[in-house]
């Protein structure tokens, strides 16, 4: 059988020509369909969570301030660590690439910023964050989805050659496309997580959940990843994927991942159902 999904590719849309007026702008300023589906992704998300912690009791402004310090944090050590752990040679000819954060993303390096951020924002504010991350990640999902989506347009993800129906139809022949993969494995956890709000659950159920459901399945679909360098028309898999004692980067952060979402199952019902505590900055004055 052959591959049944197209290449489809979304050229950018140019907001303003280069040289509109005299020397402005110095390059052409387009939207780019990846970014933009990002950018809805995240504002989906945010919404997503505001109303969540509306609806559970939680203070709002604790709550947008614990989101900004883990998105700022997200996108930062997405690039860092994906450069670090992806292309360690780039960045021993050009340190100062860890500091282009346009220039990559990796999921995983994301992750692990939004931990971070969580954690510092938890010492700053001296709160406990399970509460306020859990619902978080109840609408990450939502998030989630718009960007896998952005990923399957932008054919960034490319894999190994294939002629299932499921393979996209590359310039070069046909393919599997991971961006794709992933965003048919979000769509129903998602869907699901939707569902779920309709009633408060534990704290602590939402993030052992996604731990557990993506871990795994991201863990297998990494050794489908493509190897070598490959030119596969708007997408680049230069010299393909690092890999360490045989496994991805994804995949050794895949292993810790797990382990902590059977830490969160067991312990959510002993988290409780109440509304977690205010920082002091964000309670109302007397």
Not at 173 to 193: K, N, Q
Not at 240 to 267: E, H, K, S
């Amino acid at each position: 059988m052959a591959p049944l999904v197209p290449y489809v590719h979304l050229p950018d849309v140019t907001l303003l020509p280069a040289h509109l007026i005299g020397d402005f702008p110095p390059a052409r300023v387009a939207l780019k369909p990846f970014g933009t589906l990002v950018a809805l992704g995240l504002y989906a998300g945010t919404v997503c969570a505001l109303r969540v912690a509306r609806r559970r009791g939680v203070n709002e402004r604790a709550m947008v301030s614990f989101l900004t310090w883990i998105v700022i944090s997200s996108f930062f050590f997405a690039h860092v660590l994906d450069t670090l752990s992806y292309y360690p040679a780039e960045v021993l000819r050009d340190p100062l690439s860890l500091l282009r954060l346009w220039e990559g993303l990796s999921s995983f390096g994301g992750f692990t910023g939004s931990i971070i951020g969580g954690l510092l924002w938890r010492y700053w504010y001296k709160t406990p964050v399970l509460a306020y991350s859990d619902i978080v990640l109840s609408c990450f999902p939502v998030s989630w989805t718009f960007g896998r989506l952005g990923c399957s347009i932008a054919h960034d993800h490319p894999g190994l050659r294939s002629d299932a129906w499921f393979a996209v139809r590359y310039p070069d022949g046909g393919r599997l496309d991971l961006g794709l993969l992933e965003l048919w494995i979000t769509v129903p956890l998602a869907l699901v997580f939707l569902h779920w709000l309709r009633r408060p659950r534990p704290w602590g159920f939402y993030a052992g959940v996604i731990c557990t459901y993506y871990a795994p399945l991201r863990f297998l679909l990494d050794f489908l990843r493509e190897r070598a360098g490959v030119d596969v028309g708007q997408s680049l898999l230069a010299g393909g994927d690092a890999r360490y004692f045989g496994l991805t980067p994804a995949q050794w952060g895949c292993i810790p991942l797990f382990v902590l979402g059977v830490v969160l199952l067991r312990r959510a019902p002993a988290a409780g159902l109440e509304p977690p505590p205010v920082p002091v900055r964000f309670r109302p004055r007397p």
